[in-house]
């Protein structure tokens, strides 16, 4: 039921680009993205509610693809801030909120 | 701060003891999620309550209990602790039910150690 993301972890030097993919097996009603410090409490991005929506936070922004039961986080032009680990989350028809296996970012100078 | 509030920060204990860990939701908000997180790994949903009620149930062992009491606190009851239960312990909060459309706040997590 956990939705699967990749790559596992990542490594970019500043001003890199990176994509994180989030894949469901389930049909998939809306997608959350959750960004995680080490040590820190998991602290909310974004949503999306709508199939094909995309939204965007700074320089971090995300779509949803519903037909292939898939959401991808893009972050542009990556800062030392960027560093951490990041979720998806979803809902399923049972309330059961699950978050994705998780992409470790490690953004070096 | 997120304004959800946990407590203990961190919980040092022997297996086969029982802990309880304590979660208080943001002002006004009625939903209360509990995630268990052990070492480098990702988020593992046990349990939902809404406004007093059981909502959804995840990957709570039988061991594991939960409630929501009516100033909307919430317990989590961990029982027979065994070693693999060391874990970063999260709470969350959201508004309503509908975690499909709300974003969740969290608190800042029990360490709990079993030893």
């Known amino acids: 039921q956990q939705p699967v993301q990749s790559p596992q972890a990542v490594i970019l030097r500043e001003g890199e680009d990176a994509v994180i993919n989030c894949s469901s097996s389930k049909a998939l009603y809306s997608v959350h993205w959750y960004r995680q410090k080490h040590g820190e409490a998991p602290v909310f991005l974004m949503i999306?509610?709508?199939?094909?929506e995309q939204k965007g936070h700074e320089k971090i922004s995300a779509s949803f693809n519903e037909k292939k039961q898939q959401s991808s986080l893009y972050l542009t032009a990556s800062q030392l801030s960027y560093s951490g680990t990041y979720f998806c989350g979803t809902a399923n028809t049972g309330n059961q909120f699950y978050f994705g296996t998780g992409t470790s970012l490690t953004v070096i100078p | 701060d997120s304004g959800v509030t946990q407590t203990p920060k961190h919980l040092i204990t022997a297996t086969g003891q029982r802990v309880t860990l304590r979660c208080s939701p943001r002002s006004g908000d009625l939903s209360v999620y509990w995630y268990q997180q052990s070492l480098d790994q990702g988020l593992q949903f046990l349990i939902q309550?809404?406004?007093?009620?059981?909502?959804a149930k995840g990957n709570i062992l039988e061991r594991f209990s939960a409630q929501q009491f009516p100033d909307l606190h919430s317990e989590l009851n961990l029982s027979s602790l065994e070693l693999g239960d060391s874990a970063l312990y999260f709470c969350a909060s959201s508004a309503r039910v509908g975690s499909s459309n709300e974003k969740l706040f969290f608190g800042s997590g029990t360490q709990l150690s079993v030893l």
């Open positions: 309550y809404y406004n007093g009620e059981e909502r």
């Open positions: 999306l509610l709508k199939g094909g």
